[in-house]
């Protein structure tokens, strides 16, 4: 059962020795019993707190690691995590912030499929000098209806995956809307920054930390802002304003 | 004794200050808001000191921007920055409109990129806010939601999670996108 837990397990993590630990989960696995004619449902717990039941042990593990995901990007100490993707360009990040729906991970893999690096679908992660590290996780890709998810690595779609830090070189707000022209106008730093902080986990937490990190990962960086239509008419042009700004 | 509204005083208590190069960031610790004060705005609320009257701001916005800033430019900059709460209470000095305010920058011949004081402000997300939301979610007990992930059974019924709560889908869709 490790095994396929590990699998489910945040981008990054490590085994540590400590016997402390901040956030205990435990895992009830369910199942049908030979004996008697009965189910038992998985069941989930986050600390003494049942955080799911489900019959589906995939489901539950999944749980498990959105649970997983959410506690980090909260509780991390130094590091901000804001709701965006990410692919690095030229030793250079491009961040795409944005709420869900807005058509973010298209963006990531038709860049990725264009050469870009892939750093996440997910999380930009910034340290405190502003860099963003990689959380790549797999791609969830929906379908059309926005319902169905494929899960998609960075090499299944032709790219790779960063390993080292970045300094931001762009940001782009966007949202698709269909049939839309992306004629994008510039944010300064301080609305760039509060776009930033619009999806950022620890925003209400920490808000110093996260305020000051994110000031720090778009100074003198292009910011972009405007609706998007179909992916396609976008990537090249975001390539070259990251090659125009270096 | 001169008049205490003509002397606004920014707020120092239940605020986070970032200073960027034109601009300044203000997070609000109490209202969980987040504020970006343009170069104008933040040269008044930067000298909002309770000690300093309208006049002197506008002499101040002449001297640091090169404008020919007057009071009703401070005292709409004062309305702007106290209807975001970031004056103590008491400094507001008047009401005016935004299109009103430009008509007027026009009349003197200015452009209200420039001479503009504009607020512009969020609310912090909360947490699950700043998650992916997908149609199928997780709840445990009505109304208490984990937040939401991929590919769980909804068990908010006909209802879907969003930040901890099951709601109606039109609220959902509003709220998280979901």
Request: one cysteine or more; glycine letters at 8%.
């Given at each position: 059962m490790l095994d396929r837990v590990e699998r489910f397990l945040p981008p990054g993590s490590k085994p540590v020795r400590s016997r402390v630990v901040d956030r205990l989960y435990s895992l009830r696995v369910g199942g049908a019993n030979p004996n008697r004619n009965i189910r038992r449902y998985n069941l989930l717990y986050a600390d003494i707190k049942r955080i799911g039941r489900s019959m589906d042990l995939e489901e539950t593990l999944e749980l498990l690691a959105s649970d997983m995901q959410?506690?980090?990007?909260?509780?991390?100490?130094?590091?901000?995590?804001?709701?965006?993707?990410?692919?690095?360009?030229?030793?250079?990040?491009?961040?795409?912030?944005?709420?869900?729906?807005?058509?973010?991970?298209?963006?990531?893999?038709?860049?990725?499929?264009?050469?870009?690096?892939?750093?996440?679908?997910?999380?930009a992660v910034f340290d405190p000098q502003g860099r963003v590290h990689p959380y790549p996780r797999p791609l969830s890709i929906r379908d059309q209806k926005g319902g169905h998810f494929g899960s998609y690595t960075a090499e299944e779609l032709g790219g790779s995956v960063g390993s080292k830090p970045l300094p931001v070189g762009l940001v782009v707000v966007s949202e698709y809307r269909p049939g839309a022209r992306w004629r994008p106008r510039a944010l300064s730093p301080g609305q760039a920054t509060l776009a930033l902080l619009a999806n950022t986990v620890s925003a209400r937490v920490r808000p110093k930390i996260a305020l000051a990190t994110l000031r720090r990962s778009v100074r003198r960086v292009p910011i972009l802002m405007g609706a998007r239509g179909e992916v396609e008419d976008m990537v090249q042009t975001v390539l070259s304003l990251l090659d125009e700004a270096a | 004794m001169s008049n205490p509204r003509n002397k606004p005083k920014r707020r120092k208590q239940g605020v986070a200050v970032q200073t960027l190069a034109d601009e300044v960031l203000v997070y609000d610790l109490e209202r969980h808001r987040a504020h970006c004060l343009n170069q104008v705005a933040a040269i008044v609320w930067r000298h909002s000191d309770g000690k300093t009257t309208v006049s002197q701001l506008a002499r101040v916005l002449r001297e640091e921007l090169e404008v020919p800033a007057d009071t009703e430019l401070v005292r709409y900059a004062v309305d702007r920055l106290a209807k975001a709460h970031l004056l103590q209470d008491g400094s507001r000095v008047g009401?005016?409109?935004?299109?009103?305010?430009?008509?007027?920058?026009?009349?003197?011949?200015?452009?209200?990129?420039?001479?503009?004081?504009?607020?512009?402000s969020i609310v912090s997300p909360t947490p699950a806010h700043a998650l992916s939301c997908v149609q199928e979610s997780q709840c445990g007990a009505a109304g208490n939601c984990v937040p939401c992930y991929v590919g769980a059974t909804n068990q908010c019924g006909t209802l879907r999670c969003c930040n901890g709560d099951c709601l109606p889908i039109s609220a959902a869709q509003n709220a998280c996108g979901c």
């Amino acid at each position: 059962m490790l095994d396929r837990v590990e699998r489910f397990l945040p981008p990054g993590s490590k085994p540590v020795r400590s016997r402390v630990v901040d956030r205990l989960y435990s895992l009830r696995v369910g199942g049908a019993n030979p004996n008697r004619n009965i189910r038992r449902y998985n069941l989930l717990y986050a600390d003494i707190k049942r955080i799911g039941r489900s019959m589906d042990l995939e489901e539950t593990l999944e749980l498990l690691a959105s649970d997983m995901q959410f506690y980090v990007a909260e509780a991390s100490p130094t590091r901000v995590f804001t709701h965006a993707g990410v692919v690095g360009w030229r030793g250079r990040a491009i961040v795409f912030p944005g709420k869900t729906f807005t058509g973010k991970t298209t963006l990531v893999a038709a860049l990725v499929k264009a050469g870009a690096t892939y750093y996440s679908d997910e999380y930009a992660v910034f340290d405190p000098q502003g860099r963003v590290h990689p959380y790549p996780r797999p791609l969830s890709i929906r379908d059309q209806k926005g319902g169905h998810f494929g899960s998609y690595t960075a090499e299944e779609l032709g790219g790779s995956v960063g390993s080292k830090p970045l300094p931001v070189g762009l940001v782009v707000v966007s949202e698709y809307r269909p049939g839309a022209r992306w004629r994008p106008r510039a944010l300064s730093p301080g609305q760039a920054t509060l776009a930033l902080l619009a999806n950022t986990v620890s925003a209400r937490v920490r808000p110093k930390i996260a305020l000051a990190t994110l000031r720090r990962s778009v100074r003198r960086v292009p910011i972009l802002m405007g609706a998007r239509g179909e992916v396609e008419d976008m990537v090249q042009t975001v390539l070259s304003l990251l090659d125009e700004a270096a | 004794m001169s008049n205490p509204r003509n002397k606004p005083k920014r707020r120092k208590q239940g605020v986070a200050v970032q200073t960027l190069a034109d601009e300044v960031l203000v997070y609000d610790l109490e209202r969980h808001r987040a504020h970006c004060l343009n170069q104008v705005a933040a040269i008044v609320w930067r000298h909002s000191d309770g000690k300093t009257t309208v006049s002197q701001l506008a002499r101040v916005l002449r001297e640091e921007l090169e404008v020919p800033a007057d009071t009703e430019l401070v005292r709409y900059a004062v309305d702007r920055l106290a209807k975001a709460h970031l004056l103590q209470d008491g400094s507001r000095v008047g009401r005016y409109s935004r299109r009103e305010f430009i008509a007027r920058l026009k009349k003197l011949g200015l452009a209200a990129s420039v001479a503009l004081p504009v607020v512009t402000s969020i609310v912090s997300p909360t947490p699950a806010h700043a998650l992916s939301c997908v149609q199928e979610s997780q709840c445990g007990a009505a109304g208490n939601c984990v937040p939401c992930y991929v590919g769980a059974t909804n068990q908010c019924g006909t209802l879907r999670c969003c930040n901890g709560d099951c709601l109606p889908i039109s609220a959902a869709q509003n709220a998280c996108g979901c």
